[in-house]
């Protein structure tokens, strides 16, 4: 294992990073935006 492995291990555990619902908000915004641009 690498430090960065490690480093993003911590961070998961200490509940840093960002949450799950923010990557699935990203993709609803994006398949929104594309639906009503097209």
Do not use: E, H
């Amino acid at each position: 294992m690498n430090a960065r492995t490690i480093q993003r291990r911590r961070a998961r555990r200490n509940g840093r990073g960002i949450p799950g619902w923010v990557v699935t908000f990203g993709d609803m915004m994006a398949l929104l935006l594309c639906f009503f641009i097209l």
